[in-house]
Structures are given as C-alpha cells and as structure tokens.
C-alpha cells in the first residue's frame, strides 16, 4: 500500500500516489536545470507547471482521484523530456530509459489573440485558426460590415464568446502546435527577444547617427527620434483603440452577466417551487392511510389498473422532479461560479432513475388502457302489461339519499355511500329508444355495457350494474341513475333502455325525461328530445302528436278593394296584383309586368322590355 501526498500545482489541488509524486519531482527538476541559465526562467517554469496541471486535470474524474504512475508517464510523454532538446546526462540516472511515442500535432483551438488586436483580437484568433494573413480577415470584416450590414452583430457574438489567449499554453494551442516544454520555452523566448529587437533597432539607430559626420549628427538624431516618436504614436492609437473597444466589451460582458444571473434566479425559483410542490404531494400521499383525501378516492375508483397510488406518484415524482432538478443545479452554476459538481456518479445514478421511472408510467398507462380492451353488453327484456289502446306517462325518477336530480348532464359519475355506507359508483350515463312493434304487450330492453381488460372481466362489470324500473297504474317510473360497487372501478358503464311500445298505444314522456332522448332520430328511436310533453300515438315506425299546434295550410285568398268607382278595380289574390281604371290596367304577377294604356301597351318579362304603340 502505497502513500498519498497532496499537491499544489498551479493553484490546483491534486491527490497523488508517493512514487508517481517522486518521479514528478525528479521531472520538475530537470527541467529547471536545463533552464537555469535560460531567459524567461521564472515565465517557462510556471507556465510549464501549469500545463501539467491542465494534463492532470483531464485526468481526474473526481476529487477523490488518486494519480498515478501511468498519469504521470502520460504527462511527460505530452510534455516531452529535457534531453529531447537539451543536453543533460544526469537526468534520471536512476532510472531506466523510457521510450515515449510522440502523439502528433493536436488541432488549433480558436482564442482571440489580444496581443496583435486593434479591438478584441477576433481577427488575429481566426487568422490563425484558419492558417492565413489577418490582413485578409479585416478585408472580409469590412466587407461583411458595409457590405451585408451583419459583421456587427457576429463580431461582437464572436468577441463575447470565444476566448481569450491568456497562458502560454492556449497561445501554443491558438498557432496549432504542440503544447510541451520546446514550444513553451520558445514562445517565452520570443516575447523576450521582441522586446529586446525593439531596444536593439533605437540604440542602433542613434548609434549609426553619432558615428557620422558632425553636421549629419543632428539630422540622424533627429529622424531616429522621430521614427521612435512614430512607433510610439502608433503604439499610442493602438493602445487607445484596445482600451476602448475593451470597455465597451466589459459593458456588454457586464450586462450579459446580469442577465444571466437574472436567468439563474427563475431557473432556482421555478425548481425549487416544483419540487417542493412534488415533496409535499408524494408526502401527502404517503399518508393517505392516516388523514383523508376526499379527491383521492375518485382517483382510485378510475384506477382500474388497480395500480397503487403511491406507485404512481412517486414514479411521476421522479419523471417530473429529476429534470426541474437539473435546472435548480443549472441555476446555482449561474449564480455560483465555483460550485462544486455533484459528480458523474450522482448524474448517471438520476438519469437512470429518470428514465426507469418513465418506463414505469408506459407500463402504467399500457395496463390503465388495456383495462378499456373490451367492451360487453348485458340485455334484459321484460314484458310490460301495456296494450295498443292504453295510454301511459314515461317519467324519471330520483333519488333523495344521493341527491341526484333527473337531468342526465348532472351527474355523469362520481363515488357516494350507499344506505349501508359502502362506497359506490353512481351515474346517470342513461338513453331511452322509443320504438314501434307489432306484438301485442310492450316491452322493455335494459342494456348494460362496461369495459375491461377482458371478455370476462367485461361481462362481470355489466352484470354488477343496478338499475330498477316500475310500473304502476299505466306510469312507467324509471330511475334515472345506476349505480355499482366501487370494487368494479369506472370503466365507461352505461345504459341504454329501449322501450317497444305496440301500434296504437299513446304515450306522454314527461319534461324531465328530456335529457335522456336523443336530438334526432338516432339509433331507430321515433321518439325525439322535442317530441317529450306531448301525447303521441304510436304508429308503425313513425309517431301522430296528439296535441301540438296544428300549422294550418295555405289557402287561396282574394282581396277586392272598392275604390268607389265602377270603371275602376283593385284584385290581390295568389295570381298576383292586378289594378284596373277606366280603360287602362296594370297586372303584376309571376310572369312579369303588364301595363295597357290608351295610347302604349309595356309588357316586362323574361325575354325584356316590349313597348308598341297602337297608333303603329
């Protein structure tokens, strides 16, 4: 068993096994050896340590993790060893020489290069990314901005949302070369002989001017002080250029910032209120045994899975809470920014509990849906002492225990207690057929239908159903509701009564029983919803009203108007208006307009307008 030695590498805690650890060590060394006499040597090391960092850090699953060896050796097979490039033979003395196969160049990764920017350093980053001169992507810029008016827009998304080359690593990265301990040194390097060339360039330049001639001295002098006073100008615009698309970019960054942090408080709240609007529900549920829910027991009585309740609940709690979970967490990362994860375990472990628990509530649904698979009826036909010349009133009747009304539409389904106090199912899902036979006694068809999951099973939940009916004095008495067990659970029971009445025979079906006909002769019923509070007689397929209103037919008229003169006339009858003075007259009728007068006759009908003269 070996130890573990904790480390701070980089500003990052790492648990490492004791011999990974030493060979790190030993690692780190040389490489400072070989840099002791390196420019820079401070900038290498560090950012040489903070590679490494980066390296383990994609190793690391959790926090827990311990590296190893094999880590380690991966490591240093990215990095490269200190004798690829430099010469130091006491390196690793003490261990055997290890071949490391070189892995090839990794793929650019785009960064803005602030370091050559004008704005935000978007050019430089794609430049490089896409391997060609910024100059061109400034034309393209350009072009896109005054061309077709979008390079705004995408510059500044391109500014807010890829990032910046800060390290030397994500420089290295930026160019497409490898990120190891060569190409760090060289990168630093450069920064140092940049600054270096600089200085170099103005000394020489005053240099070559002094070494002239005498009154050539002051005229060098002069135009190496300008050429640094112009380097120093463009350096100047450069510098206020970057400083002022910099703070426009922390203003937009500022309010995108807000607005997230805006988006995280509803994505918390919105969690938060559902899951503990779930908590509360399964904890109500969990004790539904101790207090009582009225609602409930509806949800039981259409439960004819007969799947538990809990069940159900807690599978829905799961399919629901897991997701607004996820975005309680989602909220706390916006609002938190070193918010700890929760691990890959914990998001595996939910995610199959998640996708378990809708697989339940298929299997629930597919079990509530197959309790609806068949649908069986029941048929109970019994003689009425009714004959051809009786006379009978059809009326509904109640019940004052459940206190139902009369009226279908009421009370389609609900859970009551009977007179024993047993729970039980009532409704008033009922129709009535009238139809016309030629036998001599009436009879009456009372069909019960419910569904199951099974032939049997449908059958047995139709015969459960109670309905009563009574004849008294030429009053057909039926109830208008049924009512069975609630051990037979709601599964579409109805009940349609179909009444065979004999020719002849007068029926009268009170204003109560409206609601349980149909509007229109459906199903082979004579007897209509407008057809009830009348008494109507019996014929064969078909019914005679024996009081409504009687529609009287048309009959012919004529009206005559004196118009106190006998050489003139006023006729309106079915033909039309006809009008007649002295020798001229006016006809108005179906065929069109006629007027005759002493001198023009005017005839309009459907071939036109005829006008004659009589002198012609």
Not at 99 to 108: D, E, G, I, L, V
Not at 487 to 494: G, I
Not at 520 to 545: A, F, Q, S, V
């Amino acid at each position: 068993m070996n130890k573990t030695v904790n480390i701070n590498l980089a500003g990052i805690f790492f648990h490492i096994d004791e011999d990974a650890y030493l060979k790190l060590q030993r690692y780190l060394e040389a490489i400072k050896r070989s840099f002791t006499d390196s420019q820079g040597r401070s900038e290498i090391i560090s950012d040489i340590e903070a590679r490494i960092s980066e390296l383990f850090n994609e190793r690391v699953q959790n926090d827990k993790q311990v590296i190893r060896i094999k880590e380690v050796d991966e490591v240093i097979s990215i990095m490269g060893q200190p004798e690829d490039y430099l010469v130091d033979d006491e390196i690793f003395e003490d261990e055997p020489q290890t071949t490391y196969k070189r892995k090839s160049a990794p793929s650019k990764k785009l960064f803005r290069d602030t370091d050559n920017s004008y704005i935000g350093g978007v050019s430089s980053g794609l430049g490089h990314y896409f391997g060609i001169d910024v100059l061109w992507v400034r034309l393209a810029w350009i072009i896109l901005i005054f061309g077709a008016g979008t390079g705004i827009l995408l510059y500044i998304l391109l500014w807010i949302l890829v990032p910046e080359a800060q390290t030397t690593s994500e420089k290295i990265m930026m160019t497409g070369d490898p990120v190891n301990i060569s190409n760090i040194e060289k990168k630093i390097k450069d920064g140092f002989e940049n600054v270096t060339e600089t200085v170099s360039d103005v000394a020489k330049n005053v240099t070559d001017s002094v070494s002239g001639a005498a009154k050539n001295v002051s005229d060098s002098v002069s135009g190496a002080a300008k050429k640094v006073d112009l380097q120093k100008q463009g350096n100047k615009i450069k510098s206020s250029s970057k400083t002022f698309f910099d703070t426009i970019g922390e203003v937009i960054m500022f309010f995108l910032k807000v607005f997230a942090k805006f988006i995280g408080i509803i994505l918390i709240i919105v969690g938060a209120s559902t899951l503990i609007a779930l908590i509360v529900t399964l904890f109500s549920l969990g004790v539904v045994d101790i207090i009582n829910i009225p609602w409930l027991d509806h949800a039981d009585i259409v439960n004819a899975g007969n799947t538990p309740v809990w069940l159900v609940s807690l599978l829905t709690f799961f399919t629901v809470g897991i997701p607004f979970f996820f975005l309680f967490y989602l909220g706390l990362k916006i609002l938190i920014n070193n918010l700890k994860s929760i691990g890959n375990i914990a998001k595996f472990t939910l995610l199959g509990v998640w996708l378990i628990s809708i697989i339940g509530l298929v299997i629930v649904g597919v079990r509530q849906a197959s309790e609806h698979a068949f649908d069986e009826r029941v048929i109970e036909k019994k003689e009425l002492q009714i004959t051809a010349n009786d006379t009978i009133n059809l009326k509904m009747v109640g019940n004052d225990l459940y206190k139902n009304g009369t009226n279908r539409h009421n009370e389609s389904f609900k859970l009551i207690h009977d007179e024993n106090g047993n729970k039980t199912i009532y409704s008033s899902d009922i129709v009535i057929i009238v139809k016309s036979t030629t036998d001599s006694l009436a009879t009456l068809s009372v069909d019960r239908s419910a569904d199951g999951r099974s032939y049997e099973k449908a059958i047995e939940r139709a015969k459960n159903i109670n309905y009563n009916y009574t004849l008294k004095n030429n009053m057909l008495l039926l109830d208008s509701y049924f009512t069975t067990n609630a051990e037979n659970k709601f599964s579409d029971q109805e009940i349609m009564l179909t009444l065979y009445l004999p020719e002849g025979t007068v029926i009268k079906c009170n204003e109560n029983s409206k609601t349980f006909f149909y509007y229109h002769n459906y199903n082979g019923t004579i007897i209509t919803h407008g057809n009830t509070n009348h008494y109507l007689k019996i014929l064969e397929d078909d019914i005679e009203c024996l009081d409504c209103p009687i529609e009287e037919d048309e009959e012919d008229y004529e009206v005559n108007v004196d118009l106190k003169d006998e050489n003139s006339s006023l006729k309106i009858n079915e033909d039309g208006l006809k009008v007649t003075v002295d020798s001229s007259s006016l006809k108005i009728d179906k065929t069109g307009v006629k007027a005759n007068g002493d001198e023009v006759n005017v005839n309009i009908d459907g071939d036109g307008i005829s006008i004659k003269s009589k002198d012609n």
